[in-house]
């Protein structure tokens, strides 16, 4: 669970599905991927983008083994404290691997609360209290997932209210106005496009060193052969950002 909602941070469920067949086949264990060397972590992740999150399982399963006797913890405190997992990816681990009564408020589930539940925008508190209020009568797994699943086939950006389980008791269908989804807590903004992207480019140029070392024009050249100033940008990014280690003109994985 904790690595399928990772890996489903930004990119959609059918890219993510034979990746993370591939990754739970290669490291069953949090013990596992702790030992393995992040440059082939990274090899496994390529496809996926944003290879942060590749870096941070990997620093989660470090912390799982030492801390946690190689068992993912079932708190909120003990999950928020691993790297990379924020409070979505924490309730939807203790609600789906854990049964636990919290409601886990996504993007889908936030516009079904807005629209269905309340009419109106509703801030991150008020949201999280709705979602927590609608798991605590039943079985929190099947509830969290239905809605989940209305949101991502019914109640979409444009709803498809037709056919919708929920069409007899929504509020925002019942009373209309303008949608209350819009900016509401929970509810993101689309996604630009990934390909022609810095992220496409950020995790090509990850995928090439997962082979080994790489001179730096060879870097550049992988990251954008015609725009060297992007190129640079991108190539200064992933330094930043801990990802890649430049030095002595050559390019690699940072340990
Ligand atoms: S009836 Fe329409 S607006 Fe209401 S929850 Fe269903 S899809 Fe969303």
Redesign the pocket.
Known sequence: VLVSEVMLQQTPVARVTPVWRDFIGTYPTPASLADAPLAEVLQLWSGLGYPRRARNLRASAVVIVERHGGRVPSTLEELLALPGVGPYTARAVLAFAFAQPVGVLDTNAG??LA??LANDRLGHARAQQLADELVSGGSPSVINQALLD??AQ???SL???GG????SF????KVGGDDP?QRSAGVSRPQPRYAGSDREARGRLVRALGAGELDRDRALAIIDGTDRPRAERVLSGLAADGMIAVSGGSVRVAD
């Not at 919708?164 to 069409?167: A, D, I, K, M, Y």
């Not at 929504?170 to 269908?173: F, T």
């Open positions: 516009r079904v629209r269905a209305v949101g019914h109640c979409r709803p498809r209210c919708c389980p929920l069409g929504c509020l925002w269908r989804a």
